[in-house]
């Protein structure tokens, strides 16, 4: 079961995982006579915990932040689909030189690719990131996946030099070809992606705006 955040554009999001649950509360309480408790670790009864369960018990969703700035989840099934739209059947040094991403983000992306797997703490130091590049970083990460060129693959803590974890959980990110073990794109258009997603949209919420939509399919 996934958890979903019931404010903004939720409804459309549930449309793309196969299971879901909406939470009945705010993200920052605590429900009365509940059993919830934030930041406890345990996956259970920590909402915070929810978010990555789904990378650690499904193999058939995505996570990453690729809807209204906001992280979200897209399945397996509908996931070509909004490749199709959003990388319009480009390969990231095709996207560079287009100019539609920044050093920055070329540096993370190869940075990604290179190492198989890199944790964020781990592209903070490689990309020499120091405090005051952290807006600066923080949207170049958000591009890469917005455009779906890299997403969150799991957890794991900083390492001290006997190798034991310590501090709190950072996350770790992959390509999205790596992610799926897979080229996983279509030979699709962008227009036919598109309308087949919107019309998925429709069928569900008859009466969702489409200028909220466009943004939800395209995220630009």
Known sequence: MLPCNPGGHAAYQDTFVSDYAVIDFDWNATPEG?????HTGDPETDPWEWRMRVLEERDDIAYGKVFFGAS??????????????????MVFDEWYDEGKAS??????YEAVSENGQAALHDLKRIC???KED???????LVNLQKNLFITMCGRTQKKNKYGEGYGWNSTVFSTVEDFWKQDISSNISPEDAFQ???????????LAQEKDIRKFIAYN
């Open 34 to 38: 509940s059993p919830i408790v934030w």
């Open 72 to 89: 979200g989840y897209i399945t397996r099934e509908w996931y070509p689909l909004f490749l199709a739209v959003r990388r319009r059947g």
């Open 103 to 108: 050093q920055l983000e070329k540096s993370i």
């Open 128 to 130: 020499g990131i120091h």
């Open 134 to 140: 952290a807006s600066r970083f923080d949207r170049a």
């Open 196 to 206: 087949k997603i919107r019309n998925h949209i429709l069928e569900l919420n008859p």
